[in-house]
T-cell receptor
Framework: AQSVTQLDSQVPVFEEAPVELRCNYSSSVSVYLFWYVQYPNQGLQLLLK??????LVKGINGFEAEFNKSQTSFHLRKPSVHISDTAEYFC?????????????FGSGTQLTVLP | DTAVSQTPKYLVTQMGNDKSIKCEQN?????MYWYKQDSKKFLKIMFSYNNKELIINETVPNRFSPKSPDKAHLNLHINSLELGDSAVYFC????????????????FGAGSRLTVL
């Protein structure tokens, strides 16, 4: 089974500042990793995913994340945030085959961008 | 045209009542899911159906019963509602195939907020 830990439940940051949202995972098998974003009163939508290949993946809205296998991390970054980035961000992990492909979500990080 | 639509968006009801939430997807996906999001935003999978067959059934009280009349619909019926059932319920869908082709990427509905009084 896989598990995900999002170390920060809330991250306040000023507009145009850089941000990093931390995610660590635990798994006994190979994994795929995802970041989803949930805007207020909406469902989740995919920001980016790591399946294989380059460990640096780019997503929508200027976000990127780096897969670090040795540190079992998949931190999300953006060099300059906007007010509109205020949302809840979820890291998720799945195994690569069989029943392990079920997605497991972290507990979420609320990003609040301040003017 | 909404890809995954849920109804109702809000549901307020008394303890002990029975209620249903409906979900429809027009993406042609083969797998549909129900997730529960509690007040702390924690997301937990409840059920998953693939082509109308139940494939994931997490530890959920048997008061919760999913029904999939066809692969585009997955409804959630809840009997004898309790205070702890208050949450936001999300329907989602994904396509079959390899992860590299897009499987494991979930498309979520906007959620149904259930409040049990």
């Amino acid at each position: 089974a896989q598990s995900v830990t999002q170390l920060d439940s809330q991250v306040p940051v000023f507009e145009e500042a850089p941000v990093e949202l931390r995610c660590n995972y635990s798994s006994s098998v190979s994994v795929y990793l995802f970041w989803y974003v949930q805007y207020p009163n909406q469902g989740l939508q995919l920001l980016l995913k790591y399946l294989s290949g380059s460990t640096l993946v780019k997503g929508i809205n200027g976000f990127e994340a780096e897969f670090n296998k040795s540190q079992t991390s998949f931190h999300l970054r953006k060099p300059s945030v906007h007010i509109s980035d205020t949302a809840e961000y979820f890291c998720a992990v799945s195994g690569t085959s069989g029943s392990a492909r079920q997605l497991t979500f972290g507990s979420g990080t609320q990003l609040t961008v301040l003017p | 045209d909404t890809a995954v639509s849920q109804t109702p968006k809000y549901l307020v009801t008394q303890m002990g009542n029975d209620k249903s939430i409906k979900c429809e997807q027009n993406l042609g996906h083969d797998t549909m899911y129900w997730y529960k999001q509690d007040s702390k935003k924690f997301l937990k999978i409840m059920f998953s159906y693939n082509n109308k067959e139940l494939i994931i059934n997490e530890t959920v009280p048997n008061r919760f019963s999913p029904k999939s009349p066809d692969k585009a619909h997955l409804n959630l019926h809840i009997n004898s509602l309790e205070l702890g059932d208050s949450a936001v319920y999300f329907c989602a869908s994904s396509q079959d195939g390899t992860v590299l082709s897009g499987a494991n990427v979930l498309t979520f509905g906007a959620g149904s907020r259930l409040t049990v009084l």
